[in-house]
DNA sequence: CGTTCGATGCACT
DNA sequence: GTGCATCGAACGT
């Protein structure tokens, strides 16, 4: 079952709860990828200095203040596309960043576009587990890119579905990786789980 | 273990 | 011109 509108229609930490164990899924011409979601942060409204709506709408953060149940996705360091589910209401700027994922289908492909990546050249190839660790390599490995951009989650080659899938416990802790709003514990991620980001 | 740094694009000031 | 919601290798301790 695909997610509806309303799932993303709703407080932000609530979605990224929720979003653990539910399945991303993206279609292309190479073929069908999918994985189950284990790590998640979340980004809400002008008050939280991390979020990209900290400033004030611009062309960039547009996405953040549209419709609930669309993707944002962008390029960060030049080299890497972060995809986002837009939650709360419109006008409500807040987002869930997909962080990492446990691969369930189209791994070759998954690998064959990790190994593509400029700084893995002639590199081993990644094993399983770590094809879709991290926010970067995800939509590496996914094929996810600015042409996402907004995209319905709900219909189209981008979709999330509840399968069913029942992970280990979840935990909440700092969001990693930014300079600014460390301090909300934000961050939830599948307990042990090999394909979350981050320290061992 | 820890820190540093190169690869790389673009929105924002 | 600056600074990122990164990745992974190359160092130093």
């Not at 409204?45 to 419709?67: I, K, Q």
């Not at 962008?74 to 700027?93: K, S």
């Not at 070759?108 to 970067?136: Q, T």
Request: charged share 25%; with cysteine; net charge positive.
């Amino acid at each position: 079952m695909i997610l509806p509108v309303d799932f993303y229609r709703r407080p932000t930490l609530d979605v990224a709860r929720d979003l653990i164990g539910k399945v991303l899924v993206c279609k292309s011409k190479q073929g069908v990828t999918a994985g189950a979601i284990v790590e998640v942060e979340a980004y809400i409204g002008e008050d939280d200095p991390a979020c990209h709506a900290a400033a004030g709408p611009t062309e960039r953060n547009a996405p953040l203040y549209g419709p609930p149940g669309r993707a944002y996705v962008y390029l960060n360091y030049g080299l890497h596309d972060m995809m986002n589910a837009v939650t709360e209401e419109e006008g409500h700027p807040a987002a869930v960043l997909i962080r990492a994922l446990e691969p369930l289908e189209g791994l070759a492909l998954m690998r064959r576009r990790r190994s593509r990546a400029p700084w893995r050249k002639g590199k081993a190839s990644v094993s399983d587990h770590e094809l879709c660790r991290g926010p970067g390599n995800l939509c590496r490995a996914m094929g996810i890119t600015l042409t996402d951009n907004t995209r319905p989650l709900t219909r189209g080659p981008l979709t999330i579905h509840d399968k069913g899938i029942q992970h280990g416990e979840i935990v909440w802790s700092q969001r990693i990786g930014i300079r600014v709003g460390t301090e909300h514990q934000w961050r939830a991620t599948v307990y042990n789980h090999r394909s979350v980001s981050g320290k061992r």
